[in-house]
């Protein structure tokens, strides 16, 4: 990202989902307060051998509405299993970012994956905990700075500083991460309206159940910058209770958000575990 550069992007418009591409069929879901966007770069490297389906999670941008202030994993799981049912796609390989890994292993606990991609996955933590709570406060803590930036100037809010200090929290090399995918993150966040609906309700999801008796093939990706859920805490209970069969693997200097600094890497990541699923050998 060029924080110098005054060039005009090309307009952002909300996305309910990126559908391209033909071949064995891939999910791609995003993380808290973000859209499909993220995903574009890897869904266009993916479309020439899958085909690609991004969502937008109910409540954020793009994504359907939904009533009253408690929304949860399942709920959002059961939005995405309506969609997967509305393409035909009894299963499918997965791949999540954050809050969408999360949400990745519901879905593979409900018999629809075929594989599982997990990129810096959210829910790492027993129900309660410290760790959930230091995780709350964190997403709590980046409220005022949306509320904010929604009645700011289009100008200020998308600013150089304002993108970089999104690049920051987002990248590791914000050099890397386009200026349209971080520009649809700040438009993301403000538009999210299931931010203070899912903080308020966080401490009520249930916890991830026994990940050892889980037996969809499952590549963890642990992103060694990152700034959000760092691996050292939220990485442990992966670590601990995925089964041996379990690809682990930590990727060097990218952030929470590696799609949009490294869409090149983490697609190879995710097609080599659809690889290995079709012919039977585990990726390594």
Same mark, same amino acid.
């Given at each position: 990202?060029?924080?110098?550069?005054?060039?005009?992007?090309?307009?952002?418009?909300?996305?309910?989902?990126?559908?391209?591409?033909?071949?064995?069929?891939?999910?791609?879901?995003?993380?808290?307060?973000?859209?499909?966007?993220?995903?574009?770069? %890897?869904?266009?490297?993916?479309?020439?051998?899958?085909?690609?389906?991004?969502?937008?999670?109910?409540?954020?941008?793009?994504?359907?509405?939904?009533?009253?202030?408690?929304?949860? %994993?399942?709920?959002?799981?059961?939005?995405?299993?309506?969609?997967?049912?509305?393409?035909?796609?009894?299963?499918?390989?997965?791949?999540?970012?954050?809050?969408?890994?999360?949400?990745?292993?519901?879905?593979?606990?409900?018999?629809?994956?075929?594989?599982?991609?997990?990129?810096?996955?959210?829910?790492?933590?027993?129900?309660?905990?410290?760790?959930?709570?230091?995780?709350?406060?964190?997403?709590?803590?980046?409220?005022?700075?949306?509320?904010?930036?929604?009645?700011?100037?289009?100008?200020?809010?998308?600013?150089?500083?304002?993108?970089?200090?999104?690049?920051?929290?987002?990248?590791?090399?914000?050099?890397?991460?386009?200026?349209?995918?971080?520009?649809?993150?700040?438009?993301?966040?403000?538009?999210?309206?299931?931010?203070?609906?899912?903080? %308020?309700?966080?401490?009520?999801?249930?916890?991830?159940?026994?990940?050892?008796?889980?037996?969809?093939?499952?590549?963890?990706?642990?992103?060694?910058?990152?700034?959000?859920?760092?691996?050292?805490?939220?990485?442990?209970?992966?670590?601990?209770?995925?089964?041996?069969?379990?690809?682990?693997?930590?990727?060097?200097?990218?952030?929470?958000?590696?799609?949009?600094?490294?869409?090149?890497?983490?697609?190879?990541?995710?097609?080599?575990?659809?690889?290995?699923?079709?012919?039977?050998?585990?990726?390594?």
């Amino acid at each position: 990202m060029t924080s110098g550069t005054t060039r005009p992007t090309p307009p952002l418009t909300p996305m309910k989902a990126i559908h391209a591409g033909s071949g064995d069929p891939l999910l791609l879901l995003h993380g808290f307060m973000m859209s499909p966007h993220c995903w574009e770069q %890897v869904a266009q490297r993916m479309a020439g051998h899958c085909e690609v389906f991004a969502p937008a999670f109910a409540g954020h941008w793009g994504g359907p509405d939904f009533n009253g202030w408690y929304i949860d %994993v399942s709920a959002l799981a059961d939005r995405v299993e309506d969609q997967l049912d509305e393409l035909g796609w009894r299963t499918c390989h997965i791949a999540g970012n954050s809050l969408g890994g999360w949400v990745g292993f519901e879905l593979a606990r409900r018999g629809r994956a075929r594989t599982l991609t997990a990129i810096a996955p959210a829910g790492g933590w027993e129900t309660p905990s410290t760790l959930q709570l230091r995780v709350g406060l964190k997403f709590l803590s980046m409220v005022p700075f949306v509320e904010i930036g929604k009645r700011l100037p289009h100008a200020l809010s998308y600013s150089a500083p304002a993108r970089q200090a999104v690049a920051f929290l987002l990248s590791k090399n914000t050099s890397a991460a386009s200026r349209r995918g971080i520009e649809a993150a700040i438009t993301s966040a403000m538009n999210c309206k299931a931010m203070l609906p899912m903080l %308020v309700s966080g401490l009520r999801f249930p916890a991830l159940e026994d990940l050892s008796t889980l037996r969809t093939p499952v590549r963890l990706l642990m992103c060694e910058n990152d700034r959000v859920i760092p691996n050292r805490l939220y990485a442990k209970r992966f670590l601990q209770e995925l089964p041996d069969s379990a690809d682990r693997i930590l990727v060097h200097d990218v952030g929470h958000v590696p799609m949009l600094e490294a869409p090149d890497r983490i697609a190879t990541l995710i097609a080599e575990h659809v690889y290995a699923s079709r012919t039977r050998l585990r990726a390594v």
